[in-house]
């Protein structure tokens, strides 16, 4: 009787980042605020939301799915010093009322409650007392805000009233895809709508800025050339349309096909190939 033979299969990698003279990998999300690409409309909408909260007012951020919102909180974040202010920052499901209130105060340290009454009463008991007691402005952040229910809006308001409207204490930013503009125009929810001082949106990238920003994206990431020929970036912003999410998915996925396929240079070519390698492209 004979013994199976084990058989080992070994697969050639390459390092395509050492190929393209990369440091670490480009197109992730990994990217800190500081090596975020430049654009004045970005930077426009940064200071108007800064602004807004250093008022002690609140805001919303309408920007269609992959076109920077989440950095752009994370820019923001990174304008509020800790002295100052405390943020928090809360992801939106398909919650109830009390479920979301249970969710912001588990960010914010707030004592829980059984009753959705008083579990708003200790929430703003715990804004308030981080104006008063610890000389900070409390910011909450309420990101996927498209996802609210329409019954839930209205916490909102709730949230944002302190002594009949007498003081400002709590700022607050939704910050959702285009569904939250035509919820905040719904007559039910004008009550919230008027609390909101300023209404910020972001858009996709244009064709030259689309190309800058590959550029830029792998040049923070150690290339000393830009490893994407003209046709390359053309078709990026074909198929991308300007959408982040997209080019960097797409120009990430182009770079290992340009590797395996041993090319020094991405051409349209492996964008087109790069594209039938990514699902929903």
């Known amino acids: 009787m004979t013994t199976p033979q084990t058989v080992t299969m070994t697969i050639p990698m390459t390092d395509w980042r050492s190929r393209f003279g990369f440091h670490t990998a480009p197109f992730t999300r990994e990217i800190p605020v500081a090596q975020r690409f430049p654009l004045p409309f970005f930077d426009e909408v940064l200071t108007a939301l800064f602004r807004t909260v250093d008022q002690r007012n609140s805001a919303a951020l309408i920007a269609p799915s992959g076109t920077g919102k989440t950095a752009l909180l994370r820019a923001l974040v990174d304008l509020l010093p800790e002295t100052r202010y405390r943020v928090h920052y809360v992801k939106v499901t398909d919650l109830s009322r009390r479920d979301l209130c249970r969710e912001i105060a588990a960010v914010c340290g707030a004592q829980p409650a059984g009753s959705y009454p008083v579990l708003v009463r200790r929430l703003q008991e715990c804004f308030l007392a981080t104006m008063t007691d610890d000389a900070v402005r409390p910011v909450l952040l309420l990101d996927e805000a498209h996802d609210?229910?329409?019954?839930?809006?209205?916490?909102?308001?709730?949230?944002?009233?302190?002594?009949?409207?007498?003081?400002?204490?709590?700022?607050?930013?939704?910050?959702?895809?285009?569904?939250?503009?035509?919820?905040?125009?719904?007559?039910?929810?004008?009550?919230?709508?008027?609390?909101?001082?300023?209404?910020?949106?972001?858009?996709?990238?244009?064709?030259?800025?689309?190309?800058?920003?590959?550029?830029?994206?792998?040049?923070?990431?150690?290339?000393?050339?830009?490893?994407?020929?003209?046709?390359?970036?053309?078709?990026?912003?074909?198929?991308?349309?300007?959408?982040?999410?997209?080019?960097?998915?797409?120009?990430?996925?182009?770079?290992?096909?340009?590797s395996?396929?041993?090319?020094?240079?991405?051409?349209a070519s492996h964008i087109a190939q790069a594209r039938r390698l990514i699902p929903g492209s």
């Not at 064709?207 to 040049?219: A, F, K, Q, V």
């Not at 395996?260 to 051409?267: C, H, L, P, S, T």
């Open 260 to 267: 395996d396929n041993g090319a020094a240079i991405v051409d």
């Open 148 to 258: 609210l229910r329409p019954n839930v809006f209205g916490l909102i308001r709730i949230l944002t009233n302190f002594e009949m409207d007498a003081r400002l204490v709590l700022s607050v930013i939704l910050a959702g895809q285009t569904p939250l503009r035509e919820m905040l125009r719904h007559p039910a929810n004008e009550n919230v709508a008027r609390r909101l001082s300023h209404v910020a949106t972001l858009r996709p990238l244009s064709r030259p800025e689309s190309h800058r920003y590959i550029g830029h994206r792998c040049t923070i990431a150690g290339a000393t050339t830009i490893p994407f020929d003209p046709g390359s970036l053309e078709a990026v912003y074909e198929v991308a349309c300007g959408n982040l999410r997209a080019t960097d998915q797409l120009a990430a996925k182009a770079l290992e096909v340009a």
